[in-house]
């Protein structure tokens, strides 16, 4: 376990620039320690964040050509930002050039920009460690995320969902469908409407 790791990071280091290759350590770490807080799988963990970047660097017109040529799946939103698909592509590359066959962490390297309803608890530790890793520094309530992710992943998950759609809308970016899915059903979580222990503190 520990040589495939430090593969990757080899690996990673060569493909990512600086500050990318930073980050994605940031995630695998802060993975790691979610992981350990909600009894996930560190191994699963780490390989997750330290792979969900692994197709962010490259450029978005090479990105389109290569979802197209391994019939990946392109949407209206990945059209007009190719930046999203890195997360698609990025799943690929995990799969075909890093050996992953686990596919829960696949899932949870192809949800993690976007979001979507019903993750799992990987997926959901994901999502949240990459918008919360020590380098991010660029959202207002980062403390209260940070905070909140060690409490509830759930209301965390609708936090940063809510944050991120209302960041887009004033942007005037475009907005992925799925993300509008994510943030619906987590609404309904936190509000208690889809189980009986959503919300909790």
Known sequence: MNSNILYIRMKLKEKL???RYE?????SYT????AMRYGEDLYRAEIAGLLHDCAKCIPDEIKLRKCRKFNIGISAAELANPSLLHAKLGAYYAMNK????DMEVINAIQCHTTGKPAMSTLEKIIFI??????????????PKVRKMAFVDLDRTVYIILKDTLDYLKKKGGPIDPMSEKAYRFYEEEVNGTNSDTAGQE
Do not use: S
């Open 23 to 27: 980050h994605t350590l940031g995630v």
């Open 17 to 19: 620039d600086e500050d």
């Open 31 to 34: 993975a790691v320690c979610l």
């Open 98 to 101: 890093y050996g992953v066959r």
């Open 129 to 142: 460690a990459d918008y919360i890793e020590p380098r991010r520094d660029r959202a207002e309530d980062l």
